[in-house]
């Protein structure tokens, strides 16, 4: 089955504790991006990758850090997380041959104290 | 830069009402466009995509769109809504010379609840 998919779905952690959410795709799509769902704002981008070892900035960089090893993972890094990155965030790949149609992950739920 | 718009923020109807959602956008280059859907607890899932040819684009569950280049435009509609179709939409544009169309940029989203 055609997924994309994320870890962990919910997390729960404290101000400046490094984390990591991991995001993995089965369809060998070259793209793959990263949002934030917050209340009134919609999806914001926060990186994008075009291909491995390939990322760029979207709108919502400041403070998460991204890498493209691989084609399939697409982490997501929060080198010290603060409240204000309380969100929602979905990983979504997507390819030429699908006419750019995002594929989203479950979502992951971040809550930082 | 570009950017998307939802006016409507919030839409109540009743089952069978004939539904409109607009969505405009601000580029003046080439263009993707598309409407998703988020149904509560949910990921987000494509209702339809415009790419290219017929500007007028049908979806699924009965969904379809209307690209009006000149104004910028790709409403979403359906002519009878049913309660299964409470959920979010998003509209959503791509635009060719932005990081080689992987530049997206969302709408804030407009919240539609159907009333039985």
């Known amino acids: 089955e055609a997924q994309v998919t994320q870890n962990p779905r919910y997390l729960i952690t404290v101000t400046g504790k490094k984390l990591t959410v991991t995001c993995s795709q089965n369809?060998?799509?070259?793209?793959m991006s990263w949002y934030r769902q917050d209340p009134g704002l919609g999806l914001r981008q926060i990186y994008y990758?075009?291909?491995?070892?390939?990322?760029d900035k979207g709108d919502v960089p400041e403070g998460y850090k991204v890498s493209r090893k691989e084609k399939r993972n697409f982490p997501l890094i929060l080198e010290s997380p603060s409240p204000n990155q309380t969100s929602l965030y979905f990983c979504a790949s997507t390819s030429p041959e699908s006419s750019y149609e995002q594929y989203f992950g479950p979502g992951t739920r971040l809550t930082v104290t | 830069a570009q950017s998307v718009s939802q006016h409507n923020h919030h839409v109540i109807l009743s089952e069978a009402a004939s539904l409109e959602l607009g969505c405009n956008y601000s580029?003046?280059?080439?263009?993707?466009l598309f409407w998703y859907v988020q149904y509560p607890g949910q990921h987000l899932q494509l209702l339809l995509k415009?790419?290219?040819?017929?500007?007028l684009v049908k979806g699924i569950k009965g969904f379809e769109a209307e690209f009006i280049k000149s104004k910028f435009s790709f409403n979403l509609r359906k002519p009878s809504v049913q309660w299964s179709d409470t959920a979010e939409y998003f509209c959503?544009?791509?635009?060719?010379?932005?990081?080689?169309?992987?530049?997206?940029?969302f709408g804030t989203g407009t919240k539609l609840q159907v009333i039985p």
């Open positions: 959503a544009v791509n635009a060719g010379d932005s990081g080689g169309y992987q530049k997206v940029t």
């Open positions: 369809m060998n799509h070259e793209y």
């Open positions: 415009y790419f290219s040819g017929d500007p």
């Open positions: 990758s075009m291909n491995v070892e390939v990322t």
């Open positions: 580029y003046g280059g080439t263009v993707n």
